[in-house]
């Protein structure tokens, strides 16, 4: 039964990417909304009704760890393995206002939810501030980017189909995605109380990466249908969404909030809010997430799931494991951002400086 949820739970999420692409894609022309926005508003929110789902039932029954894991795990999980499987396959182009505005927002409310954990709950105040923030970002995004799509029209022609067939296809596939991500979590979890790991570890890991499926599936049928836009504003978007709308509500509804362990505190928020600020340089280098980037991230995310596993297990190896993670890979891969950062903004300064000199010299000749 466990092989056939798995395996059901597989074929279903990605029946639902594949509708719910075509269907929002669709609707974004149909109402004159990037695929951008649409990846960040609306496919963001459906592709994060599993994790809504997962985290207020577990919060509910007293499972606290399940509920903190997850979106700590779910926002670990899009950024690592969604975009660098998606990387792989196709390199991402991203939008300047994504860097800009987007990725900052992401990373203010990580740190809001470390600082909010601090106490060691995430109280129902905290929850409304967290649901109040993420109202205003809806707001302004849509208005924003609806007034710059206008200034920016292309004069492309909506795509065919009547907008009552392209909602249909965005019901639909929302509720295959959270039906498919409810089966394999159901069977993943089977398999990983079996191995009697911890409900933290369990949250963080097999329910994390349960839970993004439906954002993995998306941004990698965005990402070969060449709709790179849906596939990295999906990632950033069900982010802020995991932290604004998910933890917000369950806090909200939970009678004493959501307690927030030790551990998740010391070290996995804060891994969180790394892996936030490491798309920022991966990003901005050209404005495309490279192959080799995409599967630097896909390496550090099995080396995030070793860890925990080798914590959870008490295993003799973990001392050297994280040795080597923290004086060797690690600060190469700091280095290596950062060189490639500075020379990134070293040639901007250079083509702007051309740029000014040929405006200066076509001056008098005009």
């Known amino acids: 039964m466990t092989v056939v949820l798995l395996l059901g739970g597989l074929v279903v999420l990605v029946i639902g990417g594949e509708l719910l692409v075509r269907g929002a894609g669709a609707l974004a022309r149909s109402f004159g909304m990037s695929p ?39 926002n670990i999980t899009n950024v690592l393995l969604v975009v660098g499987v998606a990387g792989i396959i196709l ?49 302004w995004r849509v208005v924003s980017t609806r007034r710059s799509s206008r200034d920016e029209d292309d004069g492309a022609a909506a795509p065919p189909g009547s907008p009552r067939l392209n909602a249909l296809l965005v019901v639909v596939g929302v509720a295959l995605l959270v039906v498919g991500a409810r089966w394999l979590v159901a069977g993943a979890t089977d398999v990983a109380t079996a191995l009697g790991l911890s409900e933290l570890v369990i949250g963080l890991t097999v329910i994390a ?55 998740a505190v010391r070290f996995d928020i804060p891994v969180m809010i790394a892996v936030a600020l490491a798309l920022l340089p991966v990003a901005f280098t050209g404005f495309c997430v490279a192959r080799w980037e995409a599967a630097l991230f896909v390496a550090y995310y099995v080396a995030y799931v070793v860890y925990l596993l080798l914590d959870a297990a008490g295993h003799d190896a973990l ?3 994280s040795g080597v993670m923290l004086l060797f890979v690690i600060p190469i ?24 000199d040929e405006a200066r010299r076509a001056g008098p000749a005009e």
């Open 91 to 139: 390199p991402i182009a991203v939008h300047r206002p994504v860097i800009r505005q987007d990725v900052p927002v992401m990373i203010g409310l990580s740190v809001l939810l470390l600082l909010v954990s601090l106490s060691g709950s995430v109280s129902r105040l905290d929850g409304l501030v967290l649901l109040a923030l993420l109202v205003g970002y809806v707001v």
């Open 333 to 356: 891969t700091v280095l290596t951002l950062v060189v490639l950062t500075s020379y990134e903004v070293g040639l901007r300064r250079g083509r702007r400086a051309a740029e000014a």
């Open 319 to 321: 001392p050297q494991f």
């Open 36 to 74: 951008l926005v649409v990846g960040l508003t609306v496919v963001s929110f459906a592709t994060s009704a599993p994790e809504l789902a997962v985290t207020v039932d577990a919060s509910l029954s007293g499972s606290p760890g399940l509920a903190v894991g997850n979106v700590v795990g779910s």
């Open 209 to 263: 990466i349960g839970t993004s499926l439906p954002e993995l599936a998306t941004s990698v049928i965005a990402a070969l249908r060449g709709n790179v836009e849906m596939a990295v504003g999906n990632v950033v978007g069900s982010n802020i969404f995991n932290i604004g709308a998910v933890m917000g509500i369950a806090a909200v509804v939970s009678p004493d909030g959501v307690p927030v362990e030790p551990g």
